[in-house]
């Protein structure tokens, strides 16, 4: 589930089982499950969606460029796929599929990526470039082709980025990564290429960069050119390695990093800021209890007033002497200062999942949540009923008053 805010229109992928309205837009898979793009108005209401016949295993990602548009990649697709008259085929068991659409809810390529001796089985990343084209970040098993480049994994896992044109062919590709299970979680592009993940146990190897990872799990941020040339990579992060994920990153204009993700143990949400060259800045902890319900913070953005995160959490939490109880598995959405201050936190939900993916926001300061719920459920005062086994949202909050 992944949200994007451009030019006063939002615009939503997913994926989808069976049939899927989207107020008057109906939406049918012709296999076990579907891929969707769909463009909403300002007023929240139903432009076009664009159904991509295809089934992955993992959450889709999406980036939309300032021409409106948009990038969706999906990892775990298998067999054939299509989207308008576009058609290709996976040729391994676990390829990338990445498709470019625009304003119109036109497609204009798709692809596929992988092949034969190859897995794509985790969440793949992308973003735009700026010049029409995008980069891609993730994890990959085996020898895949990304559209021309060959990469070997040398451990159980590998991390990959690399960078497509406006009329999807392979500019470059490199990986990184060791002998353990390496993952990549993250992707931004702006002047640079910045990722963030986690790493295995073991020495990892960014290029010519060398890094020893003395615990599994252990969270990384590293950073490329626009080129593919490898700058620099931290995983050390402060006096003792940090154990976990992480699932979302920005950078602000003088390139300080945030992240967000969670703690391994315990699982909890977590948010940091990182230095313009790697260095733990502060941590924010949502304190409390372990959860074995994937609790985490899923997205964040730099905005008006500082960051803004969205995840869930189904035990109490403590963030800054502030304590929030859910009913359930609750959705929240938190305002944090750049110095990780919690400003506000809303924690709306009820005895069912609430999940916020992904966060965006407007030129106005209003803030857009994207993600999904699986009882009826009031949201914001809103009485959301549902309609299959999981359901999507998307909650529109106004900015705050002067």
Known sequence: MAIDHRRRELVLAGSFVGAA???????????AAGLFIARLDAAGRFLWGLP???????????????????????????????VGSIRCAAAGAADLLVVKVDRAGMPIWMKALGGAGSSMPFAQEVDVDGAGG??????????????????????QSDIYVARVQADGSTDWAVQAGGAGQDQCGAVA?????????????GEARFGDLRRSIKDDRQVFVAELSMTGSWRWADASLGVAPVRGWIDALARDERGDIYVAGALAEPLVPLVMKVGSEGGLRWPTVFRGAGSAKGDGARDLLIG????????????????DGKFFTPAGEDVFVASLSTDGKLQSLKLEGGAGRERGYSVDQDEQGATYVAGTYSEAVTLAGTRLPPRGDTDIFVWKIPPPEP
């Open 21 to 31: 309205s989207f107020d008057s837009i109906t939406m049918t898979s012709t296999g």
């Open 52 to 82: 991509i016949q295809a089934n992955s295993t993992t959450e889709v990602r999406l980036a939309v460029d300032d021409e409106g548009n948009a990038f969706l990649a999906a990892g775990g697709v298998s067999g054939s796929a299509s």
């Open 134 to 155: 995008a980069v891609l970040a993730g994890t990959f098993q085996g020898d895949p082709d990304l559209g021309g480049v060959r990469l070997h994994a040398s451990g």
């Open 189 to 201: 592009a702006g002047s640079v290429i910045t990722i963030a993940g986690r790493l295995g146990e």
């Open 304 to 319: 008006r007033g500082g960051l803004t995160v969205t995840g869930w959490f189904s035990a109490p939490r403590e963030v």
